[in-house]
């Protein structure tokens, strides 16, 4: 079975600096699916990131970015130009990609909790 | 609506009570989900639903939970005879197919007394 492990429960960060979530997992799939979800006091997971396993290339979106160290299993993502809006829950979550498994079911971290300082 | 929605907001019920939660998916997303997140626990899938039938329900804690999807489009979770652990945010998410991104709806806050 797959495990995602995030061992940061809370991070800070001030306003307009960068900051690096960290994310580990254990599969002994090859291909696969690594995401990062934002949970804000709404309550709403919403999608920030995703990359695919068998891509070398870091996924980026804006002002967010992923470390993707596929022999390490390592997933971080670091959020540039904090800001006060970032704040929320952050969980690392794993798919598998092979056809026929359980590859709709998403398997997630702990989270760690963001707190933005003005 | 344009998203996943979910109903009741909140829920507070007495131990031994039986609760319905509701799911109303994105138009069109043939694959639909439950996960539970508690604070012990951390976030756990549940069920999936894929049109109205369910190929995976290996995630359901007892068989005092059970979940249905009728017309492909609303699910049903239904908890029977709550007890206090049961008490959790229930989270429902759908996507366009089984390996599509999943969106996620705002949850259930579930509080058993």
């Known amino acids: 079975a797959q495990t995602v492990t995030q061992s940061q429960p809370e991070m800070s960060v001030q306003e307009a600096e960068t900051v690096t979530l960290s994310c580990t997992y254990d599969?002994?799939?090859?291909?696969?699916?690594l995401f990062w979800y934002k949970q804000p006091p709404s309550r709403q997971m919403i999608l920030v990131i995703r990359q695919e396993a068998y891509k070398q290339q870091n996924a980026t979106e804006n002002r967010f970015s992923v470390n993707f160290q596929k022999a390490a299993k390592s997933f971080s993502l670091k959020i540039s130009d904090s800001q006060l809006g970032d704040a929320a829950m952050y969980f690392c979550?794993?798919?598998?990609?092979?056809?026929?498994?359980?590859?709709?079911?998403?398997?997630f971290g702990k989270g760690t909790l963001l707190t933005v300082n003005p | 609506g344009a998203g996943v929605s979910q109903s009741p907001s909140n829920k507070v019920t007495e131990k031994g009570k039986d609760v319905e939660l509701r799911c109303d998916p994105i138009?069109?997303?043939?694959?639909l989900y439950w996960y539970r997140q508690s604070l012990g626990q951390g976030l756990e899938f549940l069920i999936y639903f894929q049109g109205n039938s369910a190929p995976d329900k290996s995630g359901l804690p007892s068989d005092r939970f059970s979940a249905e999807r009728t017309g492909g489009s609303v699910s049903t979770l239904t908890i029977q005879r709550t007890q206090q652990e049961d008490s959790a945010v229930y989270l429902c998410?759908?996507?366009?197919?089984?390996?599509?991104?999943?969106?996620f709806g705002d949850g259930t806050r579930l509080s058993i007394l």
């Open positions: 599969t002994s799939e090859s291909d696969y699916y």
């Open positions: 138009s069109g997303h043939t694959a």
């Open positions: 979550a794993y798919r598998s990609a092979s056809s026929g498994g359980s590859n709709y079911k998403l398997t």
């Open positions: 998410a759908s996507s366009l197919g089984r390996t599509a991104a999943q969106h």
